[in-house]
């Protein structure tokens, strides 16, 4: 009998979407109020997770869906490099 890997699973702060990690982006941040883009999901602190659409970042920012979670202030340019990333 083979063993099955299981899939770490995630929930989108903004769609509330349980989608497997792999398809999304994790933002941290520090007890500091230090906010940075998680792109290998180790970094310490809070974590939140958003799904890597430009209508999910561009509500999150709207509804500050992120700012909450983290209870932190989220740049503009944490969702600008999000953008960028949505892109590719």
Partial sequence: M??????????????KEVLPKKSLVRVAATKEGVVS???NGKAPG???YLKLSKEVII??????ALDKKLEA???DEIYEELLKIAND
């Fill in 73 to 75: 202030t989220v740049p």
């Fill in 2 to 15: 083979t063993k099955v890997k299981k899939i770490p699973l995630r929930t989108c702060v903004v769609t």
């Fill in 37 to 39: 883009i998680d792109l």
């Fill in 59 to 64: 509500l999150a920012k709207k509804n500050k």
């Fill in 46 to 48: 809070r974590g939140a």
